[in-house]
């Protein structure tokens, strides 16, 4: 295990990527909370991991962010089959993460982030912490 350049908490064998092949397309706030759902399970923080996400997803709503892919740091082109490889093989990596989740609303985490939309994400990244509070007062 190589804690530098693929940390465990980052490669984790059930999802078809590493977080930093979907982090990387989007801005700083979006980024990181994608970083902290990928990895609440991982550390032994979940709760902290998911308050951190959302206070990102909300940083990037209130600073008027969009959720859109910058692919090698330009938005999409379509008439660039590189980027559009790379795009398609993103979205198939959403989908992926979605149907393998722990949870249905860690899924649809996935599948609002596909569809570029802060808001579910953010009502999602909610959800989870409501749904481990109750996981731990049963």
């Not at 982090?23 to 706030?29: D, E, G, K």
């Not at 999409?76 to 959403?94: E, I, P, R, S």
């Not at 989870?128 to 996981?135: C, D, I």
């Amino acid at each position: 295990m190589d804690n530098v350049n693929h940390p465990a908490h980052y490669t984790d064998n059930t999802k078809p990527c590493e977080c930093i092949e979907v982090a990387q397309y989007h801005s700083f706030c979006v980024g990181n909370a994608i970083k902290y759902v990928w990895r609440y399970r991982a550390k032994g923080r979940p709760l902290e991991d998911l308050q951190k996400a959302e206070w990102y997803l909300q940083r990037a709503i209130d600073n008027g962010e969009k959720c859109r892919l910058q692919i090698d740091g330009k938005p999409l082109d379509a008439h660039n089959l590189t980027q559009v490889g790379k795009c398609c093989l993103y979205m198939d990596n959403m989908l992926d993460l979605a149907r393998q989740a722990t949870t249905y609303a860690e899924g649809f985490f996935w599948l609002y982030l596909r569809k570029s939309d802060l808001d579910g994400m953010l009502k999602v990244v909610k959800l989870m912490q409501l749904e481990f509070k109750e996981s731990r007062n049963e």
